[in-house]
């Protein structure tokens, strides 16, 4: 089925020497059945002309605002309302910037202003441009707001640099608007139909004899706000509960698994890490459990008792390294150089995502039902949340995570 056939698209094009690679979208697009508007801004017109546009896409193409030719109807209006989609390729850091601020002094930016359809966006600048605080929190801002970024992996860009910055290519962003209008009538809600999520909750509890043991402070939130928001967006769900503060989600299409140590723990993920898509270990393992767990209460002796402990299995770490089509997430809480110690453990476990936080911040960490996280990849901040519930940090990485899944990246 052609899911483009009939839907109009506006695709805003502006000044950077990937727009030359918007005329070959605009005619991939075109051909699939697209109505295709052009809205080009004043320094893309230096890279390409608007007749290129005009003949791929066989309609008018517009870029000055007041250049109103019907005297019935206001152009970025009428256009702004007419769209299934605005779709901004290549997007340059002035634009993410114009559109992060609501400024509206040119054509494209008053119809991103005036539109009501779903906007994605392509970027396509220089590595260090891409990277600048100002540009990533520009960018944050319009994901926060449901834009769609759609961005490649390293690439060599026009100015020599190798990196993130060059343009996705244009038949990967045809897929991806292909693939929105195929899952539109499915939107967040069944992000994660079909797939297998695993999550991992509460501390483990590692036993020093039958009435003691070894814990942390885990109240089993985090992972509970993962499973249900997997489940809302239509996931196959088991949730491995070790010791919590409250009762698991009693959702009856919840799958639950109550274990007690982490080797018990290790045990229920690893049977089945094989035939999941997704690993959210949000459980505080222990990472040293008694050497030996004494069959009967130990009674009160000597004055100096000395427990020896021996590490427990890396459940996150064998588990990344093993895996193979899994999208695997770990958590980091810190008590300081949180980017430092996440990252580092992303590296080492072979994640694919890391949720991480600093636990001595009001708001964050155990106990509370709130979080203020950091989520980084290889590449470095995906994106942070000051303050937000935990079901929203648990909806956010959870996009994330189904994004790529489905090959869209954001
Ligand atoms: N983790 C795990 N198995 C362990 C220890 C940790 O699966 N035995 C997982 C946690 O569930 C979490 C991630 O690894 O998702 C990071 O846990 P953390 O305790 O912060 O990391 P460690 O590697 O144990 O490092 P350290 O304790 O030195 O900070």
Redesign the pocket.
């Known amino acids: 089925m052609n899911h483009l056939q009939g839907k109009t698209i506006i695709l805003g094009v502006t000044g950077g020497i990937a727009a030359y690679k918007a005329a070959y979208l605009t005619s991939r697009l075109t051909q699939k059945g697209a109505v295709v508007h052009v809205i080009m801004t004043e320094s893309a017109k230096q890279f390409i002309t608007e007749l290129t546009f005009q003949s791929l896409s066989k309609q008018r193409v517009y870029s000055d605002t007041f250049q109103e030719r019907d005297p019935a109807s206001i152009s970025h209006i009428d256009l702004a309302g007419s769209a299934d989609l605005v779709l901004v390729a290549p997007a340059t850091a002035n634009m993410i910037a114009k559109m992060a601020h609501g400024i509206a002094d040119d054509m494209l930016s008053t119809t991103l202003l005036a539109t009501t359809a779903p906007v994605m966006v392509a970027p396509a600048m220089n590595v260090h441009m891409y990277r600048h605080p100002a540009v990533v929190s520009n960018m944050n801002t319009l994901y926060d707001r449901g834009v769609q970024f759609i961005e490649p992996g390293d690439g060599l860009l026009a100015c020599g640099y190798v990196g993130k910055g060059r343009l996705e290519e244009p038949d990967t962003i045809v897929s991806v608007v292909e693939a929105y209008f195929a899952g539109q009538a499915a939107p967040e809600s069944l992000l994660l139909a079909g797939k297998k999520v695993l999550v991992?909750a509460g501390g483990t509890v590692e036993r020093i004899d039958p009435v003691r043991y070894i814990s942390n402070d885990s109240s089993g939130k985090m992972g509970f706000a993962l499973a249900r928001a997997a489940r809302a967006m239509g996931a196959d769900v088991t949730l491995i509960a070790a010791r919590t503060d409250i009762a698991p989600p009693q959702d009856a299409d919840i799958e639950v698994v109550r274990v007690e140590s982490?080797q018990q723990m290790y045990e229920a993920v690893a049977g089945r890490f094989g035939s999941a898509d997704v690993l959210v270990?949000?459980?505080?393992?222990?990472?040293y459990r008694p050497k030996q767990a004494a069959e009967a209460k130990i009674k009160k002796s000597v004055d100096n008792m000395v427990l020896e402990l021996v590490k427990?299995?890396?459940?996150?770490?064998t588990l990344g390294k093993a895996k193979t089509k899994q999208f695997v997430i770990?958590?980091?809480?810190?008590t300081g150089n949180t980017e430092g110690?996440a990252r580092d453990?992303l590296v080492r476990?072979n994640l694919d995502l890391i949720v991480a936080n600093d636990v001595t911040l009001a708001g964050a960490g155990f106990g509370t039902d709130t979080n203020i996280v950091s989520v980084y990849d290889v590449e470095g901040l995906v994106f942070d949340l000051p303050l937000a519930s935990k079901d929203e940090v648990a909806r956010k990485v959870l996009a994330v995570a189904a994004g790529r899944l489905n090959g869209v990246l954001q």
């Open positions: 991992t982490a270990q949000a459980a505080a393992v222990a990472d427990t299995t890396d459940i996150l770490e770990g958590f980091a809480a810190e110690y453990k476990k």
